[in-house]
């Protein structure tokens, strides 16, 4: 790996993120749509000016773990026990509502096939691409929009990583049937055992941050402890429980948010993540885009996949939350921030096509996916809340 064209590429991709960040600020949506549209000009797609490598690959990785951090160390812990039980309950309607239309999707272009058939176990697993949530740019725009630490906010958040968690349950259990050497019940015991040994080693670390904030407040040492923390926990969820790195990243943020320091530790975190790893993330979005070989049907298919996928979220989480006691546009609000796919939708297909369960040519769809619900989400989203707060004015 040349180390000089990767100093080359991260210089284009800040000076690029940065304008059409701040173009996007101008034309009143967040920055975040602008840096995901400066990976698409910058990408293979447009101008092909940069290269997504190894490296590159890495930051924008710990650039969604930063984000994931930052957002656990924002919870409110009291709104998050009380959203409990209605955060479960949208994020099993955001996973069942896609994974049935995505299914349905398929055998409706390709053809209905007979239960456990291989044709079948494919139109299954594209449903199960489109149950993945990735709530870091929901996150990012909640931010700007100053909302993440509301109560809708906290909801979203956690339905988002309760979703993850189904999800992966949802993606080993039809691997399982293509592969009898996948058991679903051994990474169901896993999960469980993450969020036990999450929750006692939570415990005593959060005792021990108490005791180091107490004595050192407001230092340097209690942030850098506290990234330590963030990427123990990252790598002990995925390398020994097999769960999400970004969601034993906002496990480990949960655990500290209720620290006197919590906000010294975000603020510190922040600028990194702003600066560097965010901008990284945002426009990797974009450098993944290449559009090759393909075909007027793929063209239709990956067309219908966005809208199936967009529009069983909204109706899976925005029908839910209604049930639950949400009401206007709250109930949109929701659907429309669980909509978001992102790496994770990205894993899920890479499974897929490890296991023979689908072929490459899907992936043209699943980034059409990542790219069109990483753009319209925070558009929609600032809509959704600037329309409430003209609501409020005229009242």
Request: net charge positive.
């Amino acid at each position: 790996m040349d180390t000089l064209s990767i100093f080359r590429d991260l210089a284009i991709i800040f000076i690029f993120a940065k304008a059409f960040g701040l173009l996007a600020r101008k034309l009143k949506a967040p920055q975040v749509v602008g840096e995901i549209v400066a990976g698409l000009v910058l990408g293979p797609s447009m101008l092909g000016l940069v290269k997504l490598n190894d490296f590159m690959s890495i930051c924008a990785e710990i650039g969604v773990i930063l984000l994931m951090f930052s957002a656990g160390l924002g919870t409110n812990l009291k709104e998050l026990m009380k959203t409990g039980p209605k955060a479960l309950a949208i994020a099993c309607a955001g996973v069942f509502v896609p994974l049935a239309g995505g299914t349905l999707l398929y055998s409706c272009f390709y053809g209905f096939a007979e239960v456990g058939s291989p044709k079948f176990l494919t139109a299954v697993f594209i449903g199960v691409i489109m149950t993945a949530t990735s709530v870091s740019i929901t996150v990012e725009t909640l931010k700007e929009l100053g909302k993440l630490k509301t109560e809708l906010g906290t909801t979203i958040l956690s339905a988002a990583i309760i979703d993850d968690v189904i999800g992966i349950l949802v993606l080993t259990f039809v691997i399982g049937f293509k592969n009898p050497k996948s058991n679903p019940l051994h990474v169901v015991l896993s999960t469980l055992a993450f969020f036990a040994a999450a929750f006692v080693l939570g415990f005593v670390f959060y005792k021990l941050f108490k005791l180091i904030d107490k004595r050192y407040p407001h230092t340097r040492r209690v942030p850098i402890l506290a990234l330590a923390l963030c990427f123990i926990f990252a790598y002990c969820a995925e390398k020994f429980f097999g769960i999400a790195d970004i969601t034993g990243a906002y496990v480990a943020g949960i655990v500290l948010c209720r620290l006197r320091d919590s906000e010294y530790i975000e603020e510190k975190l922040d600028i990194n993540s702003y600066m560097i790893f965010a901008p990284i993330f945002f426009a990797s979005i974009g450098l993944k885009t290449k559009i090759d070989g393909i075909t007027w049907d793929l063209v239709l298919f990956s067309v219908c996949f966005v809208l199936v996928a967009l529009i069983t979220k909204i109706i899976g989480c925005g029908g839910m939350s209604r049930l639950c006691g949400f009401r206007g546009n709250d109930t949109l609000k929701i659907g429309v921030g669980m909509m978001t796919r992102g790496e994770v939708a990205l894993i899920v297909a890479q499974k897929g096509l490890a296991q023979g369960m689908i072929d490459s040519q899907y992936f043209t769809a699943v980034i059409l996916l990542i790219v069109v619900s990483s753009i319209a989400t925070p558009i929609l989203l600032k809509l959704l809340y600037n329309k409430d707060e003209h609501k409020k004015i005229r009242a």
